[in-house]
Nanobody, 119 residues
Framework: QGELVESGGGLVQPGGSLRLSCAAS????????MGWYRQAPGKQREMVAT?????????KYADSVKGRFTISRDNAKNTVYLQMSSLKPEDTAVYYC???????????WGQGTQVTVSS
């Protein structure tokens, strides 16, 4: 089934930076696309960024984070990262790591990590 454990969330001032990490275990990490999603209070969960399997040559970003967030992966460490810069109060949410689904294999989610952007 696999397990995903996020870390790195916290309280940061507007304009600040954070790096989220997602440690994966229990599955062959490098063959899966991975993603970061977020859910703010009262809102639906939304895609933030995704990265392709293997070398991670293909990435996608939500328009709201383009140019500010960077997704990356380290297959040797079975970890996917989200570097967040120029943070805004509207980035406040619980951030979730996701193993994207493959044929016959459903998606998997981490437990989430809270990011709060406030002065």
């Amino acid at each position: 089934q696999g397990e995903l454990v996020e870390s790195g969330g916290g309280l940061v001032q507007p304009g600040g930076s954070l790096r989220l990490s997602c440690a994966a275990s229990g599955f062959i990490f490098n063959i899966y696309d991975m993603g970061w999603y977020r859910q703010a209070p009262g809102k639906q969960r939304e895609m933030v960024a995704t990265i392709s399997s293997g070398a991670g040559d293909s990435t996608k970003y939500a328009d709201s984070v383009k140019g500010r967030f960077t997704i990356s992966r380290d297959n040797a460490k079975n970890t996917v990262y989200l570097q967040m810069s120029s943070l805004k109060p509207e980035d406040t949410a619980v951030y979730y790591c996701k193993r994207e689904p493959r044929i016959y294999i459903e998606a998997a989610w981490g437990q989430g990590t809270q990011v709060t952007v406030s002065s």
